[in-house]
């Protein structure tokens, strides 16, 4: 498992998820709020993976050029970011517009009958 994430374990789930994580949630969060395409979540996304893999390899001696590492910390991360994005989308529709929309879920809204 190590070879393909260009570092130990617990070096990827306490840096990647859990630090980059967080920040990926709130870009996510950030660009919900401003009312961004969901496209740009995807652009940050690939920039904070090029972030989390030099942290990576700066702190903790992990594989810079790890293709298969890059890939696994930017899809993680782009998971949690569009996550926070439709999450904050729907909290931000019901709760901006509460005369037209209700709660459809965790992702979702629907029309007021």
């Known amino acids: 498992m190590e070879a393909y994430l260009g570092t130990t374990v617990p070096v990827f789930v306490g840096l990647t998820v859990i630090i980059i994580g967080f920040a990926a949630y709130m870009t996510g969060q950030a660009l919900a709020n401003t009312w961004r395409p969901i496209w740009q979540v995807s652009i940050f996304c690939v ?61 979702g809204w629907r029309k007021k009958d």
Do not use: C
């Open 47 to 107: 920039l904070l993976g090029f972030g989390d893999r030099f942290l990576t390899f700066a702190l903790f001696e992990g594989d810079l050029l790890s293709p298969t590492g890059y890939l696994i910390d930017t899809a993680v991360l782009a998971v949690i970011a569009h996550f926070a994005f439709y999450f904050s989308k729907a909290r931000k529709m019901v709760s901006q517009y509460p005369w037209l929309y209700e709660p459809a879920g965790l992702f």
